[in-house]
Structure formats: C-alpha cells, structure tokens
C-alpha cells in the first residue's frame, strides 16, 4: 500500500509496473499528486455524497491498471491558466470575424492554442488558432460559416507534457448580414 506521501512536480508522477494499490481505505485517503485536476465536491467512500472531504472525486491515474481512488487535495497548481481574454466584438454580423487575444500562465511550453465556437453544446464549423505574439496569444475568428445565433467561444490549449485546458471565453451573438441598424 502506497499512501500518505507527496508526489510533486516530477516528469512521470508514479509508474506501476506491480499489483500495487496507491491508497488506504476511506477516510485515510491516498497520495497528494501536484498534477492532480480533479475537484473536491463530494465525500465518503463512494464520493458521492455532496460535500468536501479533501479528496478529489476523481481517481488519478497512474496507469492502464493502477490509481489512488482518494487523491488528496491541496498544493495542485494549475499547468494552464488565463491571466486576461479579449473576445472583440461581443455582436457581430456572419462574415465578420472576432478577434481574440489571450494571455496565458503555464507552467510548461505551450504547444497548441485553439478557439472554437459552440451553440447548445455543440461544436460549430470552423476554429480559430492562436499564434504567440510575445505574451499574449493572438487569431482571428472568421464567422462565415456559422449560422445567426449566440455561441460560446471556447479555447483548449495543449502543453509540451500533454495536459489540456478547456475554458471559456465568453460568448458572441451572430446576426444576418444586414441585421443592424446604422
């Protein structure tokens, strides 16, 4: 049994080549993982009984058979954040594009920077990406394929590790070309 230790910014957290398990019982809980995305919204043993125990409510993995079924919570840091967005303009007529700017707090290289439209959840045509241009991450959204309507812009990002980052930017309403008033 593997529990009660603190596994901190290490290239590869933990490999499991064995019959290993990574936490004691419920409420003794697992390791504290640095990496660790998950939130703590839920308690007891099965995690779902609404409340914080200081677990997350989601195992870590650690590979194709092993995880800690009670990660601790407390010392994670995010790998992605966004520190400041433009979405610009909020109203726009299809054909127009939307310029966005992000700045981004990562703890490793980015590689990868994506904005794309969303309507009642699901993906609409088209993505934007995102080019550096010093700190800030700079694209322009073409609208030409979206139909009138309100979408959510979201942006994912990828990091030189592989972790990915979802978040949204806010959201834009789209009107027929000749729509607004003068």
Sequence with gaps: MIYG??????????????????????PLGGNLWSDYQGRDEMKDAGQDVPGRDGFGDEPYI?????????????????????????????????GERIAIEVEFQSRYKLLQAVVRARQDGSQAPGYCRLVPSGEVYQ???????????????????????????????????????GSFSS
């Design 5 to 26: 230790n603190r596994f901190i910014d290490n290239v590869i957290q933990a490999e499991d080549r064995g019959t290993n398990v990574w936490n004691a019982a419920y």
């Design 139 to 177: 694209g322009s959204f073409q609208t030409a394929l979206l139909d009138p309507g309100r979408y959510e812009m979201v942006l994912t990002a990828t990091d030189e590790r592989g972790y990915e980052f979802e978040e949204s930017l806010g959201e834009i309403d789209l009107r027929a070309r």
């Design 62 to 94: 650690i590979g194709m058979s092993a995880a800690d079924q009670y990660p601790v919570m407390g010392g994670q840091t995010r790998q992605i954040s966004v520190e400041k967005k433009v979405l610009e303009p909020a109203e726009a007529r299809i």
